[in-house]
Structure formats: structure tokens, C-alpha cells
């Protein structure tokens, strides 16, 4: 990661795809295991490039492991880059896909959920949907033999238009609204219209694992941001949207995830100066605003761009039917035309029911009364969750919102065994490595309250104290 | 698209990578019309290439009228390559997505809607529904606030994996299928996880139009495989493997979109072979496998692939529900281990009441009830369209099955002109060159029968063949 930065962006780009290609055709099996590569002569007149853009392209694929030097002999394919497969009579069709790693970890069960930012199912108002969704078939009665229009459901994109200029005296039309399902399609659809490979994308250090995956899947090269108590060093990112000309700064400015961070209202205010000046595109991500424990945070950055450049993405259902999967992106005009094309080529549409219903409650003045109800919940958790840890040596910033808290553990704790260690006594967490775009930040890990139950808060995060006990003495031995 | 494709490959990865570079600086303004851009020597310098190299980039950009050359002093940057904006002064962000054509068309109501290959809404169990959405809520009453997995519903997984071996002898285990939201999805999916700009794909020549776009947007080289009413021409399918090396062949073998036309069974034994001996993937999209209106069509390639060269696209919904959004994908596993990936990071998995809801319905007997009646009304529908056109001199084979007809029409008639009148007198139809992977075809039309009613398809047809002759009869003037 680090090397690619450092290097020139112009001249890495040719060097660079001639990694890919090389690797390409590893992955492929065109060459295979042990394979001899063709000599830099050979290959950077096949390529019509210089001998040393292929010479820098082989050195970087030795040091990545892919191939080793034999003597004089040249360049080998070495066995560890090329694809293995349960069966190896199984054709190789090599995928250029990235992991998600989140995803993995969210795959394995746990009683003491903390990995997973979601709310308790228990504290979401399931009955009143219930009852809800036999209104909506009465209302529209088609709703399931009729397709939503690309941008989503206009009644629906309507309501939000008011919601935003009530409650953050945001002026938007239902047009500058899209629809998604969900959160992460929004930064999909959104990376995919504006990054190409080797694109320089800005992405807050620690920021939501899935969209360092997201990133990096579209072959974006990823400048971190550090992000503190207080928000972000400014000089930091005016030197870095100088120097890297990025395409956009991918953001999570209300109790950040995973710190929990919120950026205050000057440096929201001057980000869309930055953005503006330096043409790059401010991405934020809003899924918890709603999720503040003693007052409202900052209003949104979205509200203060008057020429177009921050794309809102606020999650709506995370908080009151998240299997519904309904979230927004709000854009000015030219940028909304693209993302509908994205939108319609990926999906062709959120699903018109999950929006008909969403609508419905979203109208409605539970909606207000169940945030209230679930913020009091939500600080219960977080209390009991900080209180259990109290007594270790571990550190953290009190959110003051949000889902999750960021912990800093003692260095002498080998992270890779608590997790596996923890994962075989059913408490699940996030390493804060996935959450870093640098992968580092070995020693911290994400803890989230929201999803365990208070007696699960007790009783899990015990055991993962005394876990990290028990591996830290067992390691000083 | 002709033109690209005669170019040797290899090398054609270097200038069109710097034919991209250009156009990317050029769109993001850094480069402004008529702006004199550097000469050969100094890009390729600066990017460390051979000066061929550039010149023929810059060959193609002029040939695509992108930038153009002014005596001696030059190339400069063509006024029509930039981006342009309604407001001059909006921020100039470029997006590098293209057009979804058939989503344009779409959008344009029409009370005699030949356009969308949709079932008549007033042919579904609406009301049905309605009643087993209630059932859903009884059965999961937190189904709202659970996440699917991102692979789908086991229970649906496990009904379709019985389904698929009773129905297509097809031995599948729950694991070897992921539920997307649509199969445009599906096909978005699979293009992301196999296709990186240059790679090959071949594609049938016409085809879905949405399917072009989809892996023109991934940077995919198109080659065109002819489909005639008896299956393809297999030589030219195993030309086209050996010569180009494609990833995969998107094809759409039984009941066609457009055509209706339908594979033979031997030749899809023989094109799984080719599969597996040029190790291309074949991915099969079946959305018509049901609408048949005499026999059942032959079964799916996937029947015969016992190497894991084909992946199967299979959408449910369509004829029941299709706003639920419903699709399935099977594969063999390490394919499908990318497409979760895909899957995870795209939307993190469709929503679980839609595929309960459809789960259900899927499960009892209705369905096939259901999908008998609706054939004889698509049938009928068919004839009604047929007879209709019967006084014309347009040319179609009648399909056996699907929901469209695809017709040419006599060379006379100017065809962008009959879709802007056609458009007006509130008649929509698909014109081929929408399907057609070069952009030809400019004589043929896509007429679904699908969606209108009886009523409709007598007027709108009549008003379309009145159209077309006075428009004929304007030009032989």
C-alpha cells in the first residue's frame, strides 16, 4: 500500500499495468507454477514499452511474492500466486474480486455479538411493521406486479425531501434523491462512477471496513486521513487533496465509524471549501445521525455545499426495519443522472414494496417516538459495555453516539489469537486491521453495543477480559 | 467497436490505455477545448512509452473525434469530447459510466407499452399475495429486522435446489446458489467478478440491450456470436473461442430476448464442450424458460455441464411478483465464492422479507397453476399481435415461447423517425438497434406482447402499422 503511494502516479501507472497483466496471466494458469517468465527484453518489446517499466513491474510482483529470481535463469512464477482450488482438475477461472472481509468475520456465529453494528431485532417496532405492510396491500394492491422506477418511489422520495429541509435545512428536490438498497449499495454505485483504477480516493484511517473493500475492488488508490477526537488535521488534507488530486474523500463525520468521532461544525464548513477548491468530491456517509445520546450532532456537510460537491448517503431503515434495506443518496443534477445509470444497470431498482412500507412509517410520528425510545437503549448499552471494561487497562473515547466503541488494548495482547480464542467462546468483535486502510492498527479493536442484549454486554465482554488476561500473562511467560 | 476489435490485443492494451488516460484528462477539464495538447515526444516521455504508442492514441482519439489537428502546431482537445453541463459553472465531474439505453426508452410512458418485456400486471395473483404476505409476517415476525445472509434464504435455496433437480434434472445443492435482486443483478455480479477492461466477452448478436451496456460499462471487448431460428452457427462460436480467447459467452439460449429463437439440444451439448475445451464460461440467462406455449423447451445447458463451465441465471419473480425482485444464480463453488464477495460488497444481500414472500408462493402448488393459465394468455396475446401485423410486409418468425417478437421492417421506413412519432402517439416499442452489440440491425424492432392488454395490442399495433406506411410513403414522395 505505502509503496504504491510513494511512488510518481504518472509513471506508476504504466509499470503498474504491466503488474496486472503479468499477474493476470499467472492467475489464469497461461502461466504456470515454477513457469519461466518471458525475459524483460522479450516482454517489454511484446508490450512496446520500456525494459524498465517491466523491469520495475517484475520487481514489484518478487517483492508481493508472486515471483522469484533462479539464478541467471530470470523470473519465475512462484506456486503461491497461482489460484488453488479444492480439485485441481477444477477449471481456473481466476476472479479479480476482493475479499470482504467484514462480511467473513460477520459469518461466524456468536452468543456475544459485537462485531456486527446492527440494533437488537428486539428493540425494533416489528409488530407495528406487521401491521403496517397489511395497509401498505390495501393502499396498492398491484405493488408486487409493478417495478419502482429506477430512482426509487417518488412518494417516498417526496417525504424525504421535506424530512431534510425540516430537520437539517437541507433544500432538495425529490429529482436530487436516489434510492438504494441500503447503505453499501450507495458507496458502490457511487465508487463505481467515479473512480477508475488508479484513482486516487481519500478514506478516513480507521473508516467502515466494507469501504475500503469497495475501494480497493475498483483498483482506487486509498490516501489515509487520519481522524481524531476533535476530526481531522486540516493540513493533512489540503496537502493530500493537493498532492494526490484525489477523486474523492469517502467520509463518516457523525459518530464515525468506528471511533465514534464526530467532526465539529468549522471543520464542516471549511472540508467544502477544500473540496471545492481542490475539485474533490466529498463522500459522506451519515448512517448515525440519529444515534446521539445527550443532543444532535453538527448538522450535515451536505448543507453547507451550495456548488455540488458532497454526495450525501444517509441509511434510513437501519434503525426501525433494517431487512427492509432503504437508504438515499442525495446529489445535485449531473452526477444523479449517472448514478441512476449505475443504479439501473446494477439492479434496475429497490424492490417497491420495501419502499411503500418504509414509507409508511417513516411518515408516520412513531417514527420520531421510536428514535427516542432507542437512543435511551442505545446509552443504556454503551453505560453497560463501558462500565464492564472499566476495569481493564484498555482505552477508549466515550461516544457520544453511534454504535460502536474503538479500543486501544495493551500491545503485550496478541490480537490474532483473541479473536480465533474468542470466536471458540462465541463473542465476536471486529479487529481494528479491517477498519485501517493501511492494515495496521494491529492493536485496536472495534466493540459494538447495540446488537447484544444487557445481560449479553455482561457477561461477553467478560469473557473476552478474561481471554485477553489469559493470553497477555500466557505470552509474558 | 469494429475497429478495436481488428487491433492484435496485446498491444492494443498499452495504447488504449493511454488513449483512456488522455480522455480522462480531458474530461475532468485539466485539459479544456481547444487546448493544444503535449506532442508525441513528451508523453511518451513522460510516460515512459514508445512514441508509437502514443501516436496511435492519439490516432483514435482523433478518429472518434475527441481531439482534432490544426496544421502543424499539433493536436488540440475536440469542444464536443468535453463534458458538458446545463449550469457552466457546476463542478465538472466526469463519470465513467455509460448510457443505459433501454432504461431511457422505458421511461417514456405509453398507454400502448410494446416496449417492456413485463408481464401484464392484471395477469398476476396480486391478490393472492397480498394474502401470503400476512402468512410471512405470522411465520417471522421479526422479519424485518433480521438480515438475509448474503447468499439468500436457506429455506428458498433449499426449495429451488429441489426444484431445479425435479424439473431440469439438475443437481444442485443449496450452496451452489445465490439469490439476487433480479437478474440484471446477477449478470452485473458475474461481470464484475469475471471481466476487466480488454478482457473478451462474446455476446449473441441481437441480445438483452442491457446486457451490452453491462459489459461495455466493465471495458469488456464485445465480439458478436449470430443467432439464427436454429441455434448459432458453431463454427463461428469455436472461431470466435479460439481466435479471441473470450472470458465468457453471455447467452440467453431458450426463447431468446430478442428473437424467441431456441437452441437445439445438440448444440448445447456441443457448446459445453467448446466451453471447457477454450475455457470460456458460459453463462446461461433463462428468464423464459416457463413461457413456452407448446412444448417445454430443451433443458438448460447447465444440465449438461459437469466441469463447471456454465453458470445458470434463472429469474423467478418475473411471472408471479416481479417487484419483488427475485433471481437466482447457480454455479460451482469457487465461482461462486466470488460472486458472494460481489454480492456482499454490492448490497450485502437481497432483503429477506421479499425472498420469504416469494419463498412461499414458490413452495405451494399455485405456482404452476398460475404459470399454466399465464401461458395461454401469453399465447393468445401472441396471436392477437400476429394477426395484427399479418397485413404488413414485415418479416418475424413466430416464437414458440418469451415475450417479444422480433420483426424487420422494410428498409423504407426510417426508423428513428417512427420511434419519435410512435412515442407521440403514446405507442412504445424497442428498436434493434438497441440489441444489437454493433449497433446495426437498424431495421428491426423488439414488439413485446406481454404487457398490453387485448384491447391495447389491436390499437396500438394498428396505430404503429399507420405510422410506419405514412412514413414509408412520405419518403418514397
Known sequence: MKNTLSVDRQSNQLYKQIYDYILNRIERSEWKEHDKLPSIR?????MNVHRLTVFKAYQLLKQNGKVYVKDKSGYHVHPDSCVSFEHLDYPIVSSYFLRNHLSEIHQVPATYQFSQALIDPNLLPNLYFSEYVKKVFDLYPKVLGTYSTVQGDEELREALSCYFLKRHQLHLSADEILITSGAQQAIDLISRI???PND??????????AAIDIFRQQGAHIVPIDIYPGGYDLEQVESCMRQYKPRLFYLNPTFQNPT????????????????????CLL????????????REPPLP??????EGWVMYIRSFSKYVAPGLRIAAVASRPPLMRSLLTAKS????????LNQKIFLHYFSSARLQQHLEKLRIALHIRKGIMEEELAVTDWKWISPKGGLNLWIKLPETIPMEE???KSIEQSVSFVPGILCDPLRESASWIRLSYSYANEQQLHDGVQRLINLSRSLASSESK
Open 194 to 196: 467515479l473512480v477508475k
Open 345 to 352: 444497470l446494477s439492479d434496475n431498482g429497490t424492490p417497491l
Open 301 to 306: 456537510l451536505f448543507t453547507y455545499d451550495t
Open 200 to 209: 486516487t480516493v481519500l478514506l478516513e484511517r480507521p473508516t467502515y471496513s
Open 418 to 420: 483473541l479473536l480465533i
Open 260 to 279: 465514534g468521532y464526530t467532526v465539529p461544525l468549522e471543520q464542516r464548513k471549511r472540508l467544502v471549501e477544500l473540496a471545492e477548491q481542490y475539485r
Open 42 to 46: 522479450t516482454l517489454a518489446q511484446e
Open 283 to 294: 463522500v459522506e456517509d451519515d448512517p448515525f445521525h440519529d444515534a446521539y445520546f445527550d
